[in-house]
């Protein structure tokens, strides 16, 4: 059970809204949690950790770990309402390399927002991403899994009115689906954007315009071959060491001083990069260090 009283921290970096949930703009990407498949009481530690440092927005999938993610989850929380749980749905666990394969169509949306209830412990989620594969990186729908937004937001929004799922989000997605879908109610994009990869800035501004919160995948920069790393940068590693912060905690400030709607959902295993995650909140860029910075992707 977690534990009810009073977290001793400030909400890091300030809030924004989140499908109706007013959230730290740091919070929990929880995919490095299935490290902890073979000790998930470890793994609950580390997340109420997290609690006490003020973070109250965890991002999961049924798929991080086959379901061990969302265990981990419940063993910390419960059913605790002061955090907000959001999961994704969209694609699933496969024994074939990537080790996802989409699963775009209405039934199966359907049966993953199931798997992610069974499986966090929870009789609702908060938010749930349909995790769409319009843009990259990684996959790509192709043949059957090609299926039309509207059929996908139908269920989603069934599911919404029946109580299963709170606010709808939307992943690796367009501008133009977003604009499409912004009648159901959209609550928050993830695209993959960083300091370092801004091709979604059109997108995070007309989300921005409509109170959209932007949650950026690849904070940091890609992980495929061939694409940059913001901890990589030269520039990146000059502003660290006038700030004194890592390279990393320079490219997440950097994120939050872009545009009061961005969310961040960094990831880690281990306690002390947690830590270290949430002090982004102490990392003061000047106007001068972010006019730099804006330049790197320009």
């Known amino acids: 059970m977690t534990d009810a009283t009073p977290r001793p921290h400030a909400a ?37 950790r997290a609690a006490d440092l003020g973070v109250d927005h965890v991002d999961t999938a049924d798929f ?28 699933v666990r496969t024994e074939a390399k990537p080790g996802l394969a989409l699963a775009q169509h209405p039934e199966q ?10 499986s966090l ?15 990259g990186p990684g996959l790509r729908a192709t043949k059957d899994q090609v299926v039309d937004l509207d059929d996908q937001l139908a269920v989603m929004t069934a599911m919404r009115d029946e109580g299963l ?13 977003v604009a499409r879908a912004a009648p159901a109610g959209i609550v928050c994009v993830q695209n993959a ?13 007309s989300c921005r315009a409509a109170g959209i919160a932007w949650v950026p995948f690849f904070p940091l920069g890609g992980r495929f071959p061939g694409q940059t790393r913001v901890e990589d940068t030269p520039l990146v590693d000059a502003v660290a060491a006038e700030v004194g912060a890592t390279p990393a905690q320079v490219g997440l400030a950097w994120l939050l001083q872009h545009a009061p709607h961005v969310l961040l959902i960094p990831g880690t295993a ?10 982004v909140d102490d990392v003061a860029l000047s106007a001068v260090h972010v006019a730099a910075l804006d330049r790197v992707a320009g």
């Open 12 to 48: 890091p970096c300030g809030t924004f809204d989140l499908g109706g949930h007013t959230v730290a703009r740091i919070g929990y990407g929880a995919m490095a949690l299935e490290r902890f498949a073979d000790d998930r009481d470890a793994g609950a530690r580390l997340l109420r």
């Open 64 to 91: 991080y770990g086959d379901g061990v993610a969302n265990d981990v989850i419940g063993r910390a929380f419960g059913a605790d309402d002061t955090v907000t749980v959001v999961s994704k749905v969209g694609a």
């Open 109 to 118: 949306l359907r049966t993953q927002v199931h798997d992610n209830l069974r």
């Open 121 to 135: 412990g929870r009789d609702r989620i908060d938010v749930v991403n349909l995790r769409r594969a319009d843009l």
């Open 165 to 177: 799922i709170g606010g709808i989000g939307l992943s690796a997605v367009s501008a133009e689906n």
């Open 193 to 205: 954007y960083s300091l370092v990869d801004r091709g979604g800035e059109d997108l995070l501004a």
């Open 270 to 279: 281990n306690v002390a990069h947690l830590e270290e995650n949430v002090a």
